[in-house]
């Protein structure tokens, strides 16, 4: 690991690597909370316009756990005005005795959402080498597998981290010689917390005994992150077992795992998991062996937090649990228009009615009626178009294939408390217009 950089050396160095990380066009959230790493960041993706292209936005979280979260707030904000950028933040009050796991799960909502409302393509976040190495090691006393020795990439889904080849102290030194305004957050030297631990006092005494260790830890996690990308390529190579993509999770043919070695089954189940950011071991995937081995379809079984695997139609599917099905009913109350319900995209617009109608299609046509979009409730039937007599939704989304954890946060278009559309499922015979009548087009968006 590289200790010492100038500050023109760093802005090279920091520019050739930024090339390298093939980031899309267009904007890009820059998570700043007001110390020198995030603020050195900062600055050097002004420096560097010409490289990314990229139109900046500065995001800010005030956590509300030191008395100087709020004068923070407004530097970071003055320091955003002053290079004209777009400024961005939140306030949560999370109070002094927040946890470190409470301040980074709201954080990283916030920037998740902050990203999606401002159509931001990634967050920059100013991770640097020696947090990846406190974060190997910290991995490696809680007794992390190999796939978590591998710590930190440069990019994990939208998140970005183009500081972690250059350590702490190089970014320090820039920012004082670019006389930045930066605060130290006590927190980052409060023993209390795991990570401060570990750097302001066990990192210090082990580099006194052995002072390759931050370069021996680095590379522990450089072979772990080696063997993870080996293990996720083997899911793609492997006969039979063809990965799909599902809606933010993926599934995997069922009965080729059955026949693996389980040990081969289980590395390959963890691999599989962490394509999505789902952190299992091997004691959840022994979980999803049984679940296979079972072989009911329909069966599932929780992965922790908000993941768990599901059997269904002979494919095992790794998926986070949908929460949409609390979303308020939403009236289409226009002549146009488009909203957001759960995660589907719902448009609206008057257009003349085809001669026919696909019962399963995502698009259908309305006789001008008042119509509302919601959650489907157990029990409620619709009547298929061109079909006899009424149908329970559920047999619907089962002749559809949808597995059952989707169908949660699936909606339905209603009209008068009677569901005459089910988008991408079943459409019924009610307010079916003739061929070249006015009629309200809807389009639905797969999430």
């Not at 990229?54 to 005030?62: I, Q, R, S, T």
């Not at 959402?113 to 910290?138: C, K, N, S, W, Y």
Request: glycine share 10%; with cysteine; aromatic share 6%.
């Amino acid at each position: 690991m590289e200790l010492t950089f100038g500050s023109m050396d760093l802005t090279q160095k920091f520019r050739s690597h930024l090339a390298t990380l093939g980031l899309p066009p267009g904007r890009a959230l820059v998570a700043v909370s007001g110390g020198p790493d995030s603020v050195a960041l900062l600055d050097l993706l002004v420096r560097s316009r010409e490289v990314h292209r990229l139109e900046l936005v500065v995001a800010h979280v005030d956590h509300g756990t030191h008395a100087d979260s709020g004068r923070v707030a407004g530097q970071v904000r003055d320091l955003a005005l002053a290079w004209g950028i777009e400024f961005e933040s939140v306030e949560l009050g999370l109070g002094a005795a927040a946890t470190e796991t409470q301040a980074r799960t709201r954080r990283y909502a916030w920037l998740e959402q902050t990203r999606v409302r401002t159509g931001a393509g990634v967050v920059f976040t100013a991770h640097h080498a020696d947090d990846q190495v406190e974060t190997i090691l910290m991995r490696a006393l809680e007794g992390s597998g190999p796939a978590g020795l591998a710590a930190m990439s440069d990019q994990s889904g939208a998140i970005v981290r183009p500081l972690l080849p250059f350590p702490r102290e190089a970014l320090l030194a820039y920012a004082r010689e670019r006389s930045l305004p930066t605060w130290s957050d006590p927190a980052n030297h409060d023993s209390r917390h795991l990570r401060s631990w570990l750097r302001c006092e066990v990192l210090p005494q082990l580099r006194c005994r052995l002072p390759r260790v931050d370069l021996k830890l680095a590379r522990l996690g450089a072979q772990a992150a080696r063997d993870r990308t080996a293990w996720s390529s083997v899911l793609d190579f492997l006969p039979g077992l063809d990965p799909q993509p599902e809606d933010g999770g993926i599934s995997v043919a069922a009965a080729p795992l059955r026949g693996y070695d389980s040990a081969l089954a289980q590395t390959l189940l963890i691999a599989a998991a962490r394509r999505l950011g789902c952190q299992i071991g091997p004691a959840r995937a022994a979980r999803i062996l049984g679940l296979l081995a079972a072989g009911n379809s329909g069966s599932e079984t929780p992965l922790g937090g908000s993941w768990r695997a599901e059997l269904a139609f002979d494919r095992l599917r790794l998926v986070r649990v949908a929460r949409d099905s609390a979303e308020a009913p939403l009236s289409l109350d226009a002549d146009a228009g488009e909203m957001r319900w759960g995660g589907w995209r719902i448009r609206w617009r008057p257009e003349p009615a085809p001669a026919l109608q696909e019962r399963a299609a995502l698009t259908a046509w309305f006789r001008p009626q008042e119509l509302t979009i919601r959650g489907w409730l157990p029990g409620e039937k619709v009547r298929p178009l061109a079909g006899a007599g009424r149908r329970l939704l559920v047999r619907c989304f089962q002749d559809a294939g949808v597995p059952r954890r989707r169908r949660e946060g699936w909606p339905v278009l209603a009209s008068s408390d009677a569901v005459v559309w089910i988008p991408g499922v079943c459409r019924s015979d009610a307010l079916v217009p003739a061929g070249g009548m006015e009629a309200l087009r809807i389009d639905a968006e797969y999430p």
